[in-house]
Structures are given as structure tokens and as C-alpha cells.
Nanobody, 115 residues
């Protein structure tokens, strides 16, 4: 049974930073690509960042240069370091394994950026 447990969300002022964590179990983490998605109120869930098993990364343009995805295979954990946060980054952030269709999801963690 796959479990993804996010943590690290919260309320932060614009320009601030947060680091999200996602602890995974039930998968062979070291060979798994991992993703972070987010869903803002009234909007569709969107991909934010991805990391392959080899450590290659992808970012959507709106977060490139501000967010960093990383992984610690010894801890079966993927991280999302978010810097220079903006009000438009406010959303529920979800950890994902396996992609948007048929993949596994965490419960989500709320990130609220106040302007």
C-alpha cells in the first residue's frame, strides 16, 4: 500500500520561504520519479515540479528560480523548497507518485501566502 505524507505547509508572508516534505512508503523510492502538484481555490490541480530517480528536475515557468525540488533516498523523502513566495502560490500542495492519471497522492498540505 502506497502512502505519501506531506508536511511543512503553513502561513507565510510574501517573500518568505517554506520547505515541504513528503515521506513515501510502499514504493521502491530510489527508482521512483516524484512530483509536487498544487491546487488553488477554484482552479485545476497543476504540476509544480518533478524529480526523476536520477535527480533530474523539471519546474513550471511560474516557479522556476524560486522553488527547488530535491530527494533523500535514504529517508524515502522528497522536498520542495519554496523561496520568494507570492500570493499566487497560495494553494494546497500535493505529493504525487505515478503522475496525475492513476498515480498516488498524499493528503495535501496548505500553503497560504499573505501579501
Amino acid at each position: 500500500q502506497v502512502q505519501l505524507v506531506e508536511s511543512g505547509g503553513g502561513l507565510v508572508q510574501a517573500g518568505g520561504s517554506l520547505r515541504l516534505s513528503c515521506a513515501a512508503s510502499g514504493i521502491i523510492f530510489s527508482i521512483s520519479g516524484m512530483n509536487w502538484y498544487r491546487q488553488a481555490p477554484g482552479k485545476q490541480r497543476e504540476l509544480v515540479a518533478s524529480i526523476t530517480s536520477g535527480g533530474s528536475t523539471f519546474y513550471v515557468p511560474s516557479v522556476k528560480g524560486r522553488f527547488t525540488i530535491s530527494r533523500d533516498n535514504a529517508k524515502n523523502t522528497v522536498y520542495l523548497q519554496m523561496n520568494s513566495l507570492k500570493s499566487e502560490d497560495t494553494a494546497v500542495y500535493y505529493c504525487n507518485h505515478g503522475g496525475a492519471l492513476g498515480g498516488n497522492w498524499g493528503q495535501g498540505t496548505q500553503v497560504t501566502v499573505s501579501s
